[in-house]
């Protein structure tokens, strides 16, 4: 995405370009303040299956195996980079739960329906949403980071970049309180 997008989005990109990228984002991580955007771990399939609950899992589309297992790499890298978790945050969509739950176990994961997914949902009710989870984020202030589990649609809303399943992205806040995108963190 063009820097202007981002800019207009409420985010400064730190790269040179549209894919330029910082090389390591992992020292902005270990700054108090900072966030972490991640897709939930991997959830075989597309969307939800029609009639979806969010207080049944069951009817959702849900991790896989291979999804637990890489729920629970991200927060053993997290913690082997020493990385100090402050808070996690989560959609209400048990994918994102269990996630959160299966990366940072000793974490107490707290809800946040902002984060949840707007996939099936009309541009304005996505609009407003992406305005109240980026209050959120600026908000936040440590201390340790901020780890959000939410759906690839409110990453790319809030950030302007697409997030393959497991994989974070990078946010800190600059000098002028906008919210910078630093980098991602590959699966």
């Known amino acids: 995405m063009q820097r202007r997008h981002l800019l207009a989005l409420g985010f400064v990109w730190l790269g040179a370009g549209a894919c330029a990228q910082p090389a390591d984002p992992w020292?902005?991580?270990?700054?108090?303040?900072?966030?972490?955007?991640?897709?939930?771990?991997?959830?075989?399939?597309?969307?939800?299956?029609?009639?979806?609950?969010?207080d049944d899992c069951p009817t959702q589309r849900n991790l896989s195996d291979d999804g637990r297992a890489q729920a629970r790499r991200l927060g053993e890298?997290?913690?082997?980079?020493?990385?100090?978790v402050g808070a996690v945050w989560s959609s209400q969509w048990c994918r994102t739960r269990e996630t959160a739950r299966l990366a940072f176990p000793q974490a107490a994961v707290r809800d946040e329906p902002v984060f949840n997914s707007f996939f099936q949902q009309g541009s304005a009710a996505a609009d407003a949403q992406t305005a109240r989870a980026r209050a959120l984020l600026a908000g936040w202030r440590g201390p340790g980071t901020l780890v959000v589990v939410t759906h690839q649609v409110n990453i790319t809303a809030l950030t302007g970049l697409g997030a393959s399943s497991g994989e974070g992205v990078v946010l800190r806040r600059g000098p002028d309180g906008a919210l910078q995108v630093l980098g991602t963190l590959q699966p």
């Open 77 to 84: 890298l997290l913690r082997g980079k020493g990385v100090q």
């Open 27 to 54: 020292p902005a991580l270990a700054q108090p303040g900072s966030v972490l955007l991640v897709r939930h771990a991997m959830a075989p399939g597309v969307g939800d299956p029609p009639g979806f609950r969010l």
